[in-house]
T-cell receptor, first 113, second 108 residues
């Protein structure tokens, strides 16, 4: 398996622009997680899906952030409008059923100028 | 509240042994994970404890005491490539709480 695939790897944008991050989980995995990592706050869970349904979005910072999972092989995290404080590395992870290992994608490094 | 604590930074010498501790308080608990994260890369899975005791995997071992809310990661025969951050994460099926990570610096 190719593992969790994220795109783009790097994104540089200007404040106010819309940003869309993409993730393809490992085939057969039922859970998909979106995380944000910064030096100050460490790894934070933003939202997770089970069988394409959002289960817990309490970590989403504000209404500017939204996430979708239209099918089992694709998810997006959108920020609109983006702000400089959104600059971080965003990771997508997936796992199978039960209390299992989460496998992380390579991440998207977002810089909002 | 829910919390995972681990030291911010540790330094060790190449060839030596180092133990990274993690204490946790979570509302539900199924087990505890250790992940390794090199600078600029994604976290990668190292080990997983569900029951009390020691799990050994080559140079790396992890220990769990559920009654004490305590775990440690033991790294033996340290190599320069072990310089990384080590993240402890624990919780239930529904919520995994992540520590801030321990940055391990290996000196020759």
């Amino acid at each position: 398996d190719a593992g969790v695939i994220q795109s783009p790897r790097h994104e540089v944008t200007e404040m106010g622009q819309e940003v869309t991050l993409r993730c393809k989980p490992i085939s057969g995995h039922d859970y998909l997680f979106w995380y944000r990592q910064t030096m100050m706050r460490g790894l934070e869970l933003l939202i997770y899906f089970n069988n394409n349904v959002p289960i817990d979005d309490s970590g989403m910072p504000e209404d500017r952030f939204s996430a979708k999972m239209p099918n089992a092989s694709f998810s997006t995290l959108k920020i609109q409008p983006s702000e400089p404080r959104d600059s971080a590395v965003y990771f997508c992870a997936s796992r199978g059923q039960g209390f299992g290992i989460q496998y992380f994608g390579a991440g998207t490094r977002l810089s909002v100028l | 509240g829910q919390n995972i604590d681990q030291p911010t930074e540790m330094t060790a010498t190449e060839g030596a042994i180092v133990q990274i501790n993690c204490t946790y308080q979570t509302s539900g608990f199924n087990g505890l994970f250790w992940y390794q994260q090199h600078a600029g890369e994604a976290p990668t899975f190292l080990s997983y404890n569900v029951l009390d005791g020691l799990e050994e995997k080559g140079r790396f071992s992890s220990f769990l005491s559920r009654s004490k809310g305590y775990s440690y990661l033991l790294l033996k025969e340290l190599q320069m490539k072990d310089s990384a951050s080590y993240l402890c994460a624990g919780g239930s099926n529904y919520q995994l709480i992540w520590g801030a990570g321990t940055k391990l610096i290996i000196k020759p």
